[in-house]
């Protein structure tokens, strides 16, 4: 599972172009597996990525096109997919979007993760030992009707007022 430490992340974006790049010889935000939502007004760089979480939306694909790898990893087979898009719908954090007729989603790079290999500043990591898988029922309920952009922005918005407190709390000691 692909873990972050926001207080080290600089939205520098080295981990979407790596991610990319690994995945479509290409360098392009459109491509990667991983976006960084930046949010200037507050100071906020948040990547987000597949969390592989407990209700695993992604998965009710009509076409049966996604299943989970052996390390948590979300896996689309090319030949099954239809591009009908309900995995995308089906995420609330926008971490799987459609691009070109394909799904992309993090899948771990095989178990080499590149963003985490990318990332200078230690922000990013790989915790294949991690067995309690993130719940996201709370960003289901809000998320029917917006896009990819709209939903990690939602859900950066969220995690970041919960930073936002615990700093506050940590300040008051």
């Known amino acids: 599972m692909i873990t972050l430490d926001l207080s080290k992340c600089s939205g520098c974006s080295r981990c979407e172009v790596n991610c990319s790049f690994f995945h479509s010889g290409k360098i392009g935000r459109s491509g990667a597996r991983i976006k960084v939502v930046k949010i200037e007004d507050t100071g906020i760089d948040y990547p987000v990525v597949c969390q592989q979480c407990q209700e695993r939306y992604c998965t009710k694909c009509p076409e049966e096109a996604i299943e ?3 390390l ?3 896996i689309v087979s090319p030949t099954l997919c239809t591009a009908c898009g309900t995995c995308e719908v089906m995420c609330p954090i926008g971490a799987i979007e459609l ?3 394909i799904p ?3 899948d771990l790079c095989g178990g080499d993760p590149r963003c985490v290999k990318a990332c200078t500043l230690d922000a990013i990591h790989d915790e294949p030992d991690v067995t309690e898988a993130v719940n996201l029922k709370e960003f ?3 998320s029917r009707g917006l896009d990819p952009e709209e939903k990690r922005l939602r859900y950066v ?3 970041a007022e919960q930073l936002r407190q615990n700093w506050l709390a940590e300040r008051r000691g």
């Open 99 to 101: 691009y070109e007729e």
């Open 140 to 142: 289901k309920k809000g």
């Open 72 to 74: 948590g990893q979300v």
């Open 157 to 159: 918005m969220s995690r």
């Open 104 to 106: 992309h989603v993090c």
């Open 68 to 70: 989970v790898g052996a």
